[in-house]
């Protein structure tokens, strides 16, 4: 069974609006880490926002934050603001356990073109 | 942060050849992971390299395929052997964010761009 899931294959934005990029996860483990990765055309993976099971608050970064519903086993990316950079790759990814070493898994991502 | 550097950055080979793939760290780190990005795929975990013992192996992938080398805190090798088309991806080595930090960030290499004729 899928652990990410990334409902969204592609979408389309108009620049400067606001974007969400979903993501639901599955896991048994109280104790898990939660990723945003971007990877434009260059294929560089860019670490966008990290949350933890345990963080009380939603994650933010800037322009990006991660809306957390821990229930629902949910954690999607917002984008607010969007620009013409932002068009690329997104990858959300699950670390299961509370070692940082531990592995990371991915989901299959969803491919953001924003619009002029 | 840590820096990461991989070479070859990209590379051409012959069906049946192997390619030693290098991954170095600037900072000694616990685990290495080693993934692969087929074309328009995600990317799929294929080992984790913890230094002094053998790599354990995600489902669906081997040792006799996939060897790995982490002689130490800061290096690894994967070898791609016996190639054939279908190796043809792009393998990323990645490393856990440093100890001491706040960093909950996996850092990646800028990877190794395979094609196999």
């Known amino acids: 069974a899928q652990k990410i899931t990334q409902t969204q294959p592609g979408m389309f934005v108009q620049e400067k609006e606001a974007v969400t990029l979903d993501c639901t996860y599955d896991?048994?483990?109280?104790?898990?880490?939660l990723f945003w990765y971007k990877q434009p055309s260059s294929g560089e993976m860019i670490f966008l926002i990290y949350?933890?099971?345990?963080?009380?608050q939603n994650a933010t970064e800037g322009r990006y934050s991660l809306n957390f519903q821990k229930a629902r086993k949910s954690a999607n990316l917002v984008i607010s603001a969007s620009q013409l950079g932002d068009s690329a790759m997104y990858f959300c990814?699950?670390?299961?356990?509370?070692?940082?070493?531990?592995?990371?898994?991915f989901g299959k991502g969803t491919r953001l073109h924003i619009l002029p | 942060s840590a820096v990461i550097s991989q070479k070859p950055s990209r590379d051409i080979c012959q069906r049946g050849t192997s390619l030693t793939i290098q991954c170095q760290v600037d900072?000694?780190?616990?685990?290495m992971f080693w993934y692969r990005q087929q074309p328009g795929q995600s990317l799929t975990l294929i080992a984790t390299?913890?230094?002094?013992?053998?790599?354990?192996?995600e489902s669906g992938f081997v040792i006799d395929k996939f060897p790995i080398s982490r002689p130490n805190l800061t290096f690894s090798t994967l070898t791609v052997s016996n190639m054939s088309p279908e190796d043809s991806s792009i393998y990323l080595c990645?490393?856990?964010?440093?100890?001491?930090?706040?960093?909950?960030?996996?850092?990646f290499g800028p990877g190794t761009r395979l094609t196999v004729l």
């Open positions: 990645s490393v856990e964010g440093r100890r001491g930090t706040s960093d909950n960030e996996q850092f």
């Open positions: 900072s000694q780190v616990t685990m």
């Open positions: 896991t048994s483990d109280p104790s898990y880490g």
């Open positions: 390299a913890n230094q002094g013992s053998e790599a354990t192996y």
């Open positions: 949350q933890g099971s345990y963080d009380q």
């Open positions: 990814a699950m670390r299961e356990g509370r070692r940082r070493d531990d592995k990371i898994i």
